[in-house]
């Protein structure tokens, strides 16, 4: 009986513990309480950060500022072992033998240390992540921070882990991107795919081609209201980043661990480009405009036309793209080129024709794979928008599979890497409610469709569902005007994403991730983080 009392109360205390595990997104692979879980770490102003490496100084930092700023508390980065010997400490330690997956880390809380450990500067990031969200999310004055005596092993599922923002279609500005990319570090993303030009306005400095900004970044207005909208608002509006301010961005994002790969669209969505060096389009003597109108691509003429003097154009910017990011990956766009401009184009018929080529796909096709060639020439991989299939696909190219899956699953089939973005589940700019408070796209897409979104398709087998990548978020902003929009649209469906790239299919479960949304909001109520407060009470 006693036995059995025993037993039971074992159970019980074991439920209660289980029941109090913090509320981490994306969720750990592993997490148990402590061998003590009465016990918990103390941060106060004597902690301090103890790094084995000065490689992991970005991580410490990060940690030490994300303290500083939201509990006003100020913690020492040492690598010196004496100077943390009387102190609580948080240890990050580096130990290349530790694990072969460079992502993974360990986290492991005891009374009198917090230790991290990881093969790579990368996972203690991550981490550090963690220990963020073990940390309260009210403070106190003086600041004394409380963490959980808990162990926790992690690593994601996928080695993809992207998020997009379109600042074409509206502008924004250095800071926020920076801030941008933090959203996206705290969520173990490492790729920021950032969409630099389109029809609506060319927003990366390109010296050798000074039009392209002084032209192509403004547009004289912009619709009103949902397209095809109520007027015009006549309004000019534009803006680009300097190439001194790119670098700042990508230095920001490499001490996050976050790639960023730029995307340079072709041959359409290229109405800016035209704007200013008409040359390059199929109707050269036409007055091309950067546009001022949202969606219906083909009543524009925005396709480049194929001549040698266009690849010439296109491989001196993208010589100055692939000289400024250092990513392996360059986003060439591909996507919605209609082909009735090829079509009735003389110029256009005879290049397909010079070079054996049967329809306006091929042409496609052909513009595609003669890009990839000189990319690939410089050493780098072309990721293109699942278009690209039309025709043939490029030797090396990878697909992002946006209209649905069928793409993505091509894709695969043919052995190509694949980044499953499907319009359906992973658009974010699509509305979250049925009807929201503010001017958004008209296609619904709620947390828990993203939050169920499964990135491998189930009809494809094991060896084939190697190639798809991960998946990936996209903002376009056709009606997100302003960074508070961005972080109302992106939040809390960011949170779902990084669940679904992150965490184990098997531990995934909504209504528990509903719960630890609770703690999450009241983070980014101390972050002043603009998210959508209807999910509060759903
Ligand atoms: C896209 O949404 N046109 C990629």
Redesign the pocket.
């Known amino acids: 009986m006693k036995s059995l009392l025993t037993f039971v109360f074992g159970l019980l205390i074991i439920n209660n513990t289980e029941a109090q595990l913090p509320a981490i997104i994306p969720q750990p692979v592993q997490m148990r309480p402590g061998l003590f879980p009465q016990d918990k770490f103390t941060i106060d102003k004597n902690t301090v950060i103890l790094i084995s490496e000065t490689s992991l100084s970005p991580s410490a930092k990060f940690l030490a500022d994300y303290i500083f700023k939201y509990y006003n508390l100020k913690l020492k980065i040492t690598n010196d072992l004496e100077a943390a010997k009387n102190a609580h400490s948080i240890n990050l330690v580096l130990n290349q033998k530790l694990y072969t997956d460079i992502e993974k880390y360990f986290v492991s809380v005891l009374k009198n240390q917090l230790n991290a450990g990881a093969s790579s500067p990368q996972g203690i990031f991550y981490a550090v992540q963690t220990i963020i969200q073990l940390l309260p999310v009210e403070t106190t004055e003086p600041a004394q921070l409380y963490i959980p005596s808990i162990d926790i092993i992690d690593y994601p599922r996928f080695a993809y882990r992207g998020m997009h923002l379109d600042v074409s279609r509206h502008f924004f500005d250095v800071a926020f991107i920076k801030k941008y990319i933090d959203y996206l570090a705290y969520h173990k993303l490492n790729n920021f795919h950032w969409h630099l030009t389109d029809d609506h306005g060319w927003r990366i400095e390109i010296k050798k081609h000074p039009k392209l900004t002084s032209i192509g970044s403004w547009r004289n207005g912009s619709i009103i209201g949902l397209y095809p909208g109520t007027g015009n608002d006549g309004i000019r509006y534009g803006g680009f980043y300097t190439q001194e301010e790119v670098k700042e961005v990508i230095k920001y994002a490499a001490e996050r661990y976050i790639n960023i790969i730029p995307e340079i669209e072709m041959p359409a969505h290229s109405m800016a480009l035209l704007a200013a060096y008409p040359q390059f389009g199929t109707e050269p003597n036409k007055k091309y405009e950067v546009a001022q109108t949202w969606g219906i691509f083909n009543k524009f003429n925005n396709v480049l036309q194929p001549t040698d003097q266009t690849f010439k154009f296109l491989e001196e910017v993208l010589t100055e793209v692939m000289n400024l990011f250092p990513s392996k990956y360059i986003h060439i766009g591909g996507?919605?080129g209609s082909k009735i401009w090829w079509k009735q184009s003389t110029v256009s018929q005879q290049i397909m024709k010079a070079n054996g080529i049967k329809d306006e796909s091929g042409l496609q096709s052909y513009f595609i794979h003669r890009i990839e060639k000189f990319v690939n020439s410089k050493g780098k991989t072309i990721i293109g928008?699942d278009e690209i299939l039309d025709g043939g696909l490029a030797p090396n190219a990878i697909v992002m599979s946006?209209r649905g899956e069928k793409g993505g699953i091509a894709a695969a089939k043919q052995k190509h890497k694949v980044i499953m973005t499907p319009?359906d589940m992973m658009y974010f700019n699509h509305s979250q409610f049925v009807k929201d408070d503010s001017l958004t796209a008209a296609k619904y897409l709620p947390l828990k469709t993203v939050y169920d979104y499964e990135p491998v398709p189930a009809v494809l087998n094991t060896e084939e569902a190697k190639y798809i990548w991960g998946g990936q978020g996209n903002l376009?902003s056709e009606y997100i005007t302003n960074p508070a929009k961005v972080e109302y649209m992106l939040f809390p469906r960011l949170d779902a994403l990084s669940e679904i790239l992150w965490s184990p299919k098997e531990k995934k479960n909504y209504t528990d991730f509903q719960k630890r949304l609770k703690t999450q909001f009241k983070r980014y109520d101390l972050m002043k983080v603009n998210y959508s407060k209807r999910y509060l009470v759903n």
């Open positions: 996507d919605e928008w946006w319009e376009w």
